[in-house]
């Protein structure tokens, strides 16, 4: 069975062929760095990493982005907000690379395997602005006061992703744009000045009380004047950036299908004339008490939090007990049911490698064993192979733990080759397609290198206390210079690997 994925352009469960038979091209909208993490981030996250993973184990080379936001009025808003004693920052930029930093922090505990590079709004305005002149130059785009508008009419195809007629679309961007466009359902690719008073007041807690009044946010000079680009333009130039004109996996949440990623195509087909992505992937919803959980409602739990309360595993278990595209709802039962399931198969696992450990006191070679491992490993393909179905997945990988122990239940005599096979199984098919660490390597490691960084600090901080100021500088170098950020507060050093 080939690859099938659910392509929300056609709207059709279809066979995957990328463009270059060796090759895909995955671009992936990640977040506007305005606040933390959270859960349904980190749902989006492991299912973007397994259908990596998978394209892998298919045999492709997988070129992966994943986009940074880091200009945005929601980020401006909480300049000079406090936190923690001091301020997420004194500028858009500081604020940025506050949340950027616990971001990626987020991303590594998760066990992700790493994108190709994740590109920041901030770095690429150079291709922003080339791509807006094109659209103009090709009599898409036209400006208006300083900004620069998408004119939805002259793209015939409009709305083709969301299956909307041009008539029916609502309008977008805020009321005070409407006078500048041509059509309400026209689209800023530049928008003039800087962040506005009343995008400030619509962000910021009127009961907080902001370090910085009004923060204007950064602006870039342009063709069109000072300004900072739209939203939706980041992404096709980002894209087009680090991949290419066309790509084969576009995918994104749900909620993005309108109007983000219905305007990535628009403006990226108007500028080269050719299809930007070959097929669409959207995870679902994810739910708190019958909501999507959000940042803006305030009822999301962080990733570093969940992962310091429940662990990665039993997380990417309860992640991938539905598939990407279904909705998935948070609760302490579904957790607690994943924590028992994850024991479950690390159990089954453990007992095999122990098994396949200890002397052979008598051998099974022609066990049923054998047989239900390559039931197992053809019933995982073919559910990863129908749309990357990581429910079915995982039946697979618990019927292989239930013929494990089934099998070690006769003590006397096993089989040490279909044993073996099975644990191989579990390695490969749970850990490097599903993304489980069952030996707990990550974890220990991580554990091991902040036991030895808190023992430095100690002995930099004895070095302070004795006043050898040049000594302790020269610890805290060393430690910095392994990747371990310091920060001086007045309860003591803490540090983030």
């Known amino acids: ?127 922003i602005i080339d791509l807006i002149e094109t659209l103009v130059e090709r009599g898409y785009a036209y400006e208006s006061n300083g900004s620069v ?57 009127a009961d907080c009380e902001y370090a910085t009044e009004s923060p204007a946010g950064q602006t870039w000079a342009s063709p069109w004047g000072e300004g900072r680009p739209g939203w939706h333009i980041e992404c096709s130039a980002m894209s087009m950036t680090h991949l290419d004109d066309s790509i084969d996996i576009h995918m994104g949440g749900r909620d993005l299908v309108f109007p983000h990623h219905e305007n990535e195509i628009a403006q990226s087909e108007a500028a080269t004339g050719e299809q930007f992505a070959r097929y669409w992937l959207h995870a679902d919803l994810f739910q708190m008490d019958d909501e999507k959980m959000s940042s803006s409602l305030g009822n999301f739990i962080p990733v570093s939090e969940a992962v310091a309360r429940f662990g990665v595993n039993p997380l990417r278990m309860f992640f991938l ?34 098994a396949a450990d200890s002397p052979a006191a008598g051998t099974k070679v022609d066990s049923p064993l ?55 199984a579990f390695e490969r098919l749970g850990g490097d397609v599903l993304g489980f660490d069952f030996d707990g390597s990550a974890d220990g490691e991580a554990a091991l290198a902040g036991e030895l960084v808190e023992l430095l600090l100690e002995v930099r901080e004895a070095e302070r206390e004795a006043e050898n100021y040049e000594r302790a500088d020269k610890i805290r170098d060393d430690i910095e210079a392994l990747g371990v950020e310091i920060q001086d507060t007045d309860d003591g050093a803490e540090y983030r690997l």
């Open 370 to 424: 054998g047989e239900a491992v390559e039931a197992a490993e053809a019933a995982f393909t073919e559910a990863m192979n129908d749309d990357f179905n990581t429910r079915e997945a995982l039946s697979a990988l618990f019927d292989l733990a239930s013929a494990i122990n089934s099998h070690l239940d006769d003590r006397d005599r096993y089989d040490y080759r279909a044993l073996r096979r099975g644990i191989e």
């Open 1 to 127: 069975m080939t690859l099938r994925v659910s392509n929300t352009l056609s709207g059709e469960r279809e066979e995957f062929e990328p463009a270059d038979p060796d090759n895909v091209l995955l671009y992936y909208c990640g977040l506007t760095v305005s606040d933390y993490a959270h859960l349904g981030h980190a749902r989006t996250w492991v299912h973007v990493d397994v259908i990596h993973r998978w394209l892998e184990a298919l045999g492709y080379d997988v070129r992966h982005v994943e986009n940074i936001t880091d200009v945005n009025e929601k980020i401006v808003a909480r300049v000079g907000e406090p936190a923690d004693g001091d301020t997420f920052g004194d500028d858009e930029g500081d604020v940025a690379t506050h949340f950027i930093d616990q971001l990626l922090s987020d991303m590594r505990s998760l066990n992700l395997k790493r994108a190709e590079v994740y590109p920041r709004v901030s770095e690429h305005v150079p291709e």
């Open 149 to 205: 508008y998408f004119d939805v009419t002259e793209f015939e195809e409009y709305g083709k992703l969301s299956n909307q007629r041009l008539e029916a679309v609502e309008a977008q961007g805020p009321e005070t744009e409407q006078a500048e466009k041509r059509h309400p359902a026209d689209f800023a690719l530049w928008k003039a000045g800087g962040v506005s008073e009343s995008a400030l007041e619509e962000h910021r807690d």
């Open 321 to 354: 007990s539905a598939s990407y595209n279904s909705t998935q709802t948070y609760s302490e039962a579904a957790i607690e049911e994943a924590l028992e399931r994850w024991d479950r198969l690390a159990a089954a696992y453990e007992r095999a490698a122990a």
